[in-house]
């Protein structure tokens, strides 16, 4: 499986943006997704996750309430719509897959697969 994310730029406290990954090499339908995030001298931490069908999502407390994730089966594709955004949430954004598509996990070593990544920068 080989992603690509992007939508990543430049926006102001309070903006948004809507990060895309989509995918080449094996159809994502099989997988659950994620998005992850890492600024400098920082670990890469979890910020949301989507099951297979889409029917279970969940969130890291930072983001909750501002950022949603989807996935379109019929693009092979995974989405980050995110607002609200804050000077703290500037980092490169990631999408992983994971299998099986049931899994719900927050943990990067667990993932399969993973995108080259898209910065994301927020202005205050």
């Known amino acids: 499986v080989q992603l690509v994310e992007s939508g990543g730029g430049l926006v102001q406290a309070g903006g948004s943006l809507r990060l895309s990954c989509a995918a080449s090499?094996?159809?994502?339908?099989?997988?659950?997704m994620a998005w992850f995030r890492q600024s400098p001298e920082k670990e890469r931490e979890f910020v949301a996750t989507?099951?297979?069908?889409?029917?279970?999502?969940y969130y890291a407390d930072s983001v909750k309430g501002r950022f949603t994730i989807s996935r379109d089966h019929a693009k092979n594709a995974v989405y980050l719509e995110m607002g609200s955004l804050r000077p703290e949430d500037t980092a490169v954004y990631y999408c992983?897959?994971?299998?099986?598509?049931?899994?719900?996990?927050?943990?990067?070593?667990?993932?399969?697969?993973w995108g080259q990544g898209t910065q994301v920068t927020v202005s205050s």
């Open positions: 992983a897959a994971i299998f099986p598509g049931n899994t719900i996990s927050t943990i990067p070593d667990e993932y399969n697969y």
């Open positions: 090499g094996r159809i994502l339908s099989s997988y659950s």
């Open positions: 989507i099951n297979r069908n889409g029917g279970t999502t």
